[in-house]
C-alpha cells in the first residue's frame, strides 16, 4: 500500500509558474517509476510527465515540454513537479501516481493514485 498527497497547487496568473509536491508514504518510494497526470472539468484525465525510479529518465506530454519538469528526491519520498509559462489550458486537477503497468503515458499503468491538487491559471 502506497498514500501519496499532493500539495502546492493554487491559482496564479498566466506566465506564472508553480512547484507541485507529491509526498509518499508506505512502500519504498524509490521501488515506483511515479508519474503526473490531469485532468480539466468535462474532460478525461491525460498523461503530463513520467520520471523513472532514479530519476535519470524522464518523459513528456507534448503539451508541457519545455515548460514543466518533473523530478524527485528519494531521500525524502517526494516527486516534485516544477511549471513555468503557465497559461490557461494547463488549467486542471493535477494527479500523482505510482506506476505498475508497462505504458507510461495511460493511466491504467498506474496503481496509486493521490487526490490531486488544482492548479487555476487566469488569463
Known amino acids: 500500500q502506497v498514500q501519496l498527497v499532493e500539495s502546492g497547487g493554487g491559482l496564479v496568473q498566466a506566465g506564472g509558474s508553480l512547484r507541485l509536491s507529491c509526498a509518499a508514504s508506505g512502500r519504498t518510494f524509490s521501488s515506483f517509476a511515479m508519474g503526473w497526470f490531469r485532468q480539466a472539468p468535462g474532460k478525461e484525465r491525460e498523461f503530463v510527465a513520467h520520471?523513472?525510479?532514479?530519476?535519470?529518465?524522464?518523459v513528456y506530454a507534448d503539451s508541457v515540454k519545455g515548460r514543466f519538469t518533473i523530478s524527485r528526491d528519494n531521500a525524502k519520498n517526494t516527486v516534485y513537479l516544477q511549471m513555468s509559462s503557465l497559461n490557461p489550458e494547463d488549467t486542471a486537477v493535477y494527479y500523482c501516481a505510482t506506476r505498475s503497468g508497462i505504458g507510461i503515458t495511460t493511466a491504467q499503468s498506474y496503481s496509486y493514485w493521490g487526490q490531486g491538487t488544482q492548479v487555476t491559471v487566469s488569463s
Open positions: 520520471i523513472n525510479r532514479s530519476g535519470g529518465s524522464t
